[in-house]
């Protein structure tokens, strides 16, 4: 699985070489690009998925968010679950 901060190459090359093992099994991304501006930064999963890079059974979101905001809210909710 993989947990994508955003876009650019990080992300092309996550979801590049993925396909070569039969593609993530689990795919969240957390970008503020949107779809319409045709970059990959804002490509949406099911992008992913006609290529192969995300298997169609894959659990998979991609949340429309600023990264510096929503980050700690994540890691906090991790951290709360992990210790209960």
Do not use: C
Request: net charge positive; aromatic share 14%; glycine share 10%.
């Amino acid at each position: 699985g993989a947990f994508m901060i955003g876009g650019g190459i990080s992300k092309h090359h996550t979801l590049w070489w993925n396909q070569y093992r039969e593609g993530l099994d689990y795919a969240f991304y957390i970008t503020t690009a949107q779809e319409f501006d045709g970059s990959l930064s804002g490509a949406l999963v099911r992008e992913a998925i006609s290529w192969g890079k995300v298997t169609q059974k894959a659990k998979q979101s991609t949340l429309h968010a600023e990264v510096t905001t929503i980050l700690p809210f994540i890691y906090a909710a991790l951290l709360s679950k992990l210790q209960n």
